[in-house]
């Protein structure tokens, strides 16, 4: 677990390795050594900071082993595809060469302070849009304000999330 630190384990990587890849080979690991017990579950790999990274030469992964991925780092004013995000799109991409099984862990309000405006109501539309179009994008959960009792149009982003989570392809303008 990350705990959102950036700190992680060097211990056995090469000179130009991803620190993900050590990660993965033990998730990969644990997932395969746990499905005779466990045959109907699915084990997660964690992308998240340091471990987004998709490992080069990465093999795909075990039927009983999927990504949960999340993009901290992104400017979530504009969408997962555009420029200013397009690293974290392209390791999305990477591990669905790998998995047809990536949970999406995406977030939706300003951490630095709940109640300023935040501009990504048109973003995370778009982002529920081209995601509900990947085939390997299995869910979506949106964090949100839960360390307020209110935060910048909460109610409204919740409708109108919760609309375009079970219909990507409503209006957001119409929902406003």
């Known amino acids: 677990e990350h705990e959102d630190r950036g700190s ?3 211990n056995g990587l090469k000179q130009g390795e991803s620190p993900s890849k050590i990660f993965l080979e033990y998730t990969r690991y644990l997932a395969q050594n746990m499905a005779h017990k466990y045959p109907q579950d699915m084990f997660f790999y964690q992308a998240y900071l340091w471990s987004r990274e ?3 030469k990465a093999k795909r992964l075990p039927a ?3 990504v949960h991925f999340a993009g901290i780092e992104a400017d979530f004013s504009k969408p997962l595809r555009s420029n200013e995000n397009r690293t974290i799109w392209n390791d999305l991409m990477g591990w ?6 990536v949970v999406i862990w995406h977030y939706s309000v300003n951490f630095g302070g709940y ?3 935040y501009p990504n109501l048109y973003a995370l539309d778009r982002d529920i849009k081209d995601l509900a179009s990947l085939p390997f994008v299995k869910g979506l959960f949106l964090q949100g304000s839960y360390g307020t009792a209110g935060a910048d149009l ?3 982003r919740l409708w109108v999330y919760a609309k375009l989570l079970w219909n990507p392809e409503h209006s957001i303008d119409d929902l406003i």
């Not at 669905?96 to 099984?101: A, F, I, P």
């Open 115 to 117: 109640m300023f405006p």
């Open 154 to 156: 909460a109610n409204l």
């Open 64 to 66: 009983n082993l999927g």
């Open 8 to 10: 992680f384990c060097t």
């Open 96 to 101: 669905g060469k790998l998995t047809d099984h």
């Open 54 to 56: 998709v490992p080069k």
